[in-house]
Structures are given as structure tokens and as C-alpha cells.
């Protein structure tokens, strides 16, 4: 059922490579603006629809979209580890001269598979969750502090522990 899926998939990729290609080059994947509430200038935000689409279409072009280099080299790496190594499982399954060695091949190419879709999947959620968060402030200025007096900024918290019954 597998090798029959992957005859077609052959056969019509030319075509699914241009469908695809037409849907990318169809959507508005370009970063949105938005204005600053404190300024006047625009702020460049990352679309999270668009990191994802990228990420679908290309595992690792959704972290190059958010500026993630080494986390697309590392999605790229992992995802191309795999498929070969599932590649490598299907071709020894199938020279394969007995039962039990068939059957161990294809439990590996199976777990390969699932891996593979897993770490898609997650390649997929990571570009979307940090094109949302590509505008989070990680500085150590946390709050307003130049607008409060020390007075108020001083907090005070006391425990004490009686050890001794």
C-alpha cells in the first residue's frame, strides 16, 4: 500500500510541486505593520500563518523566516537524517531474505516514519509559536522604573520559621 502510494506520488510530482508552488506564491506571506502606540514610526511584526505555511511547504523556511538560522539548519538535519534512514529501512526490507529481517526493517522504517512526522509537526508548531512571539521584549528593563520613586519601589517580605517545638 506504501510502495503503491509512493509510485503515484512519482508519477505526480511535477504537478504537486507546481499546485504547491502556486499556493505559496498566492498568499500574502509578507510581514504585517503595525503602529506603534508610543510611536510614529511602523513596527514589522512576522506573520505566524506565514511561518507556518513556510515551515509546511519546506521544513526549516519558517525559522529562516523568523530569523532562527541555526534552528532551521538543525530541523533540516534531522528531518533529512530521518527520511534517509527510513529510505535505507525500505531498501533492506525489501532485499531482504528472511521473514524476521523483513519484519525487523519494517518495524525501523515505521518508527523512522513516525519520527519523521513528529518532528514535522513540531518544525511546523515552533515557527508559528516564535513568529508570535518574534516582538517580545527580553530586555532586562522590565517595567516603567524611571517613572516610579525608589519609595515606591521598595517591597519588603519577612518569613520567619520557628524550628524549635
Known sequence: MVDNLIKHLKQYRIVIFFILFYMAASIDLNAQTVADST??????????????????????????????????????????????NAMLMN???????????????????????????????????????????????VSPELGPADSLSPAQIRATLMLSLNLNR
Open 39 to 84: 510611536e510614529s514610526r511602523p513596527v514589522s511584526n512576522k506573520s505566524p500563518v506565514g511561518a507556518m505555511i513556510r515551515s509546511a511547504i519546506f521544513p526549516g523556511w519558517g525559522q529562516l523566516y523568523n530569523g532562527k538560522w541555526f534552528k532551521a539548519l538543525l530541523v533540516v538535519g534531522i528531518e533529512a537524517g530521518l527520511a534517509g
Open 91 to 137: 531498501q533492506r526490507m525489501i532485499h531482504s531474505t528472511t521473514i524476521d529481517e523483513r519484519e525487523f526493517y519494517r518495524h525501523h522504517r515505521g518508527t523512522f516514519v513516525w519520527w519523521f512526522a513528529g518532528v514535522y509537526l513540531l518544525n511546523i508548531l515552533d515557527a508559528f509559536v516564535d513568529a508570535h512571539l518574534f516582538e517580545f521584549d
